[in-house]
């Protein structure tokens, strides 16, 4: 009989080595697995409780939850023009939430020195009587003063037909610069403000709305649905409790920089990680007015970014909890929503989903 051959010390401790490294591949790809299946089944668990939730509250739109870069939860509810069901892909008027973009367009424009928040009024309307006595500042942070223009009769009497069917640019601009002040120094959240400073970016820049739009955010953050009419968006608007259904919403002209964007809720979650990153050109939670929550086009209370928007029908709300990285965006074609109570319903959804995420990365350590 042929004699074994005895391992050597070093080829046997070779041996163990490889035993090893096999042992912990192996381990590495059971708990690999075991993650995918856990998330997997938390993410299912969420979808349910989420989509019972918003069905409870009667959503009709789209809804998006995420934490830090991964969605966990992206459906649509209910109708989006009476003919075809919402989905991602449908294209919402965002109304306010426009004002995000313009003021961040203006805090860019800030940076590079185009312009400055303690600029006068006068400046850039040498026909408002009080343009010496407000900044880009008190536009910014809502405390100018100057009176809403939507659904004055100081200007629109009692005709509404303007909303549907629009104004002059001229003329409306004419007749916001007209109004006598209210208030000047408190905050009161006013469409006038954001018009205002949509109308200052076109004149520093010699470009319009768009132009600007596609040079500071378009191109630099994969926005790649926008439109500039509420009235072409898919979504129309419902209200529920008068049977109202497919209603056409305000034209281009009246909400300009303070509402007339349009985007699917895809692209503002796109938007959302871009602004709170260090792609964007400032920090827009350090580099804004301390003195009150409203800057920027965003509402900040401690960790917290939101803004919410809603035309003749539509009611929407962005979230953004800088602490925890999480992002909810509802975007809703029902006039009777509340927003923010939703919100609130669906946050712990969206903790409980980290919580998991911090769990298992720590078996994994």
Same mark, same amino acid.
């Given at each position: ?49 989420? @989509? ?34 919402? $989905?991602?892909?449908? =294209? ?9 973009? @313009?003021?961040?367009? @203006?805090?860019?424009?800030?940076? *590079? ?7 006068? =009024? ?119 409790? *008068? ?54 086009? @965003? ?14 029908? +539509?009611? +929407? ?5 800088? $602490? ?42």
């Amino acid at each position: 009989m042929t004699e074994k051959k005895k391992l050597s010390g070093k080829e046997a401790g070779a041996g163990i080595g490889v035993f090893m490294v096999m042992t912990m591949l192996i381990a590495g790809i059971i708990a690999r697995f075991l993650y995918v299946s856990n998330d997997v089944l938390i993410r299912k668990y969420l979808h349910g409780k989420v @989509t019972e939730t918003l069905q409870a509250a009667h959503f009709s739109g789209s809804a998006l939850i995420s934490v830090g870069d991964k969605i966990v939860y992206i459906d649509s509810i209910g109708d989006e023009n009476g003919e075809r069901p919402t $989905s991602v892909e449908t =294209l919402y008027p965002i109304f306010s939430l426009t004002k995000q973009f @313009t003021g961040y367009m @203006t805090g860019c424009l800030i940076k *590079e020195g185009k312009i400055h928040r303690t600029d006068k =009024l006068s400046l850039y309307f040498p026909e408002c009587v009080y343009g010496d006595e407000l900044t880009v500042s008190d536009l910014l942070t809502m405390t100018s003063g100057i009176p809403e223009y939507v659904g004055n009769e100081a200007i629109w009497g009692e005709d509404e037909s303007y909303r549907i069917e629009g104004v002059e640019d001229d003329v409306l601009l004419s007749s916001i610069l007209s109004l006598p002040l209210e208030g000047k120094g408190e905050y009161k959240y006013c469409n006038s403000n954001y018009y205002l400073l949509g109308r200052i970016i076109e004149k520093v820049t010699g470009q319009s709305y768009k132009e600007n739009l596609k040079k500071y955010v378009v191109d630099k953050c994969g926005f790649k649905h926008v439109a500039y009419d509420p009235q072409s968006a898919d979504s129309l608007g419902h209200v529920l409790k *008068e049977g109202i259904k497919d209603a056409t919403e305000y034209h281009a002209s009246i909400t300009f920089g303070a509402g007339h964007l349009c985007s699917k809720i895809t692209d503002l979650y796109q938007w959302q990680r871009f602004l709170y990153s260090d792609e964007a050109e400032f920090d827009i939670f350090t580099e804004r007015d301390e003195n009150g929550e409203y800057d920027y086009g @965003t509402v900040k209370s401690g960790n917290y970014i939101s803004h919410s928007g809603g035309g003749l029908y +539509h009611r +929407h709300l962005m979230m953004y909890d800088k $602490s925890k990285d999480i992002q909810i965006i509802l975007l809703n074609n029902e006039s009777s929503l509340n927003g923010q109570i939703l919100v609130e319903a669906l946050y712990p959804y969206a903790v409980q989903y980290k919580d998991f995420i911090e769990k298992e990365n720590e078996k994994n350590v």
